[in-house]
Structure formats: C-alpha cells, structure tokens
C-alpha cells in the first residue's frame, strides 16, 4: 500500500535531479566552460590550466588548426557549401 506513494516520490526525485543537472550545464555553457568530455577541434589544453578558470582557461586556441577554422568560415561565409 506504501508503494504509490514511494513511486510518486522517487519520480518527483528523478525529475528535480535531472533540472538541476540541466541547469549547471546551461550555466557552464553560458560561462564558456567546457560541457562535453573531449575538447572540439581548433582548441587545445591549456598546459597551465591547474582547475581555476579564473587564473588560467582549460581550452586555448590552436594556432595549427585555427588557419583550417578560419579557412572553413570562410568558405562558408563566401556561400561554399559542404559539398
């Protein structure tokens, strides 16, 4: 007979956990934290990166690949599609 209500509330505790998962990512996105697991191409690592994005940020452009970014936008921008 206790089963309804636990039912009820372990629902109500999955659907507040995955708000608040949803709202840390939004807010990491929105400070330009990294929300993904691997970095996306045209950055790398920053080696001085120690945890603290405010001394140093965890992404730092890529000269090598920027030049392939920049190009890429370029193309695009000049209507050059994928193909």
Partial sequence: EMSGIRNYFNDF??????????AVLKAKGE???CVGTTIPYGYMKNPEYNGNHNEHPLMIIDPDAAKIVRRIFQMSADGLGVT
């Avoid at 505790?13 to 949803?22: L, P």
């Fill in 13 to 22: 505790y999955a659907r507040d956990t995955s708000k608040k998962i949803r």
């Fill in 31 to 33: 400070r330009g934290e």
